[in-house]
């Protein structure tokens, strides 16, 4: 069964500092994605990045990079030069490729940006 | 733009009352999702959908049902409120096998009284 597990319910970051995400998943499936996003205090799920299980070099897009370690089944978002706007709730989720797609998402992270 | 609509923002409803969800997405998607929302458990999964007709339980189905008679719209049906129900509910919608990214609705934030 696939599994997201988000092991920090919150965060603290001082501006201008940079902030690692933890996300470790679970699958037995040899094709998948995963995915990062930000949910402000609005509600809207903002698309971050995503890492495909078969990409030999980790995402990266402006601020935000992904750690992809994946023989230790990990998948850390790093957001360097943390900004106020920053300050949100974060999802890491996986979605397996072929058959019935099943997207599943962790409990996420609450991070916020101190000034 | 890639539109994911929900029918309502919020809505009240009592104990025992049948209710509809409805999801539409504008862009052709085959897979179609439902999940809720609660502080400190994150994004569940009630039930999704790759093709019309289809459907398949999620990690929290117990309690809802769904439908999909149209490609574009797929509905989650509550058969008879409960106030556990009362969540903020989410559908998302993304093309399959492709690697793009999945598509959001606003949210329907339902209070069962």
Same mark, same amino acid.
């Given at each position: 069964a696939q599994k997201i597990t988000q092991t920090q319910p919150g965060m603290f970051v001082q501006e201008k500092e @940079?902030?690692?995400? !933890?996300?470790?998943?679970?699958?037995? !499936?040899?094709?998948y994605g995963?995915?990062?996003?930000?949910?402000?205090?609005?509600?809207?799920?903002?698309?971050?990045?995503?890492?495909?299980?078969? !990409?030999?070099? $980790? @995402?990266?897009?402006?601020?935000y990079s992904l750690n992809f370690q994946k023989a230790r089944k990990s @998948? $850390?978002?790093?957001i360097s030069a943390s900004q106020l706007g920053d300050s949100a709730m974060y999802f890491c989720a996986m979605r397996n490729q072929g058959g019935s797609e099943k997207l599943v998402f962790g409990k996420g992270t609450k991070l916020t940006v101190n000034p | 733009d890639v539109k994911v609509t929900q029918s309502s923002r919020y809505l009240v409803k009592r104990t025992g009352e049948?209710?509809?969800l409805e999801c539409v997405q504008d862009m052709d998607h085959?897979?179609?999702?439902?999940?809720?929302?609660?502080p400190g458990l994150g994004l569940r999964l009630i039930y999704f959908s790759y093709d019309v007709k289809m459907k398949e339980k999620g990690d929290i189905p117990e309690g809802y +049902?769904? +439908?999909r008679e149209k490609k574009e719209r797929f509905s989650?049906?509550?058969e008879s409120a +409960?106030?556990?129900?009362t969540s903020m509910y989410l559908c998302a919608s993304f093309m399959a096998a492709s690697y793009n990214e999945q598509f959001f609705g606003p949210g329907t934030r339902l209070t069962v009284l």
């Open positions: @940079a902030v690692t995400l !933890d996300c470790t998943y679970d699958t037995s !499936d040899p094709s995963l995915f990062w996003y930000k949910q402000p205090s609005s509600g809207e799920m903002i698309f971050l990045i995503y890492q495909g299980s078969y !990409d030999q070099q $980790n @995402a990266t897009e402006g601020r @998948a $850390n978002l790093v | 049948k209710v509809f085959e897979n179609m999702f439902w999940y809720r929302q609660d +049902s769904v +439908s989650l049906i509550l +409960s106030t556990n129900q």
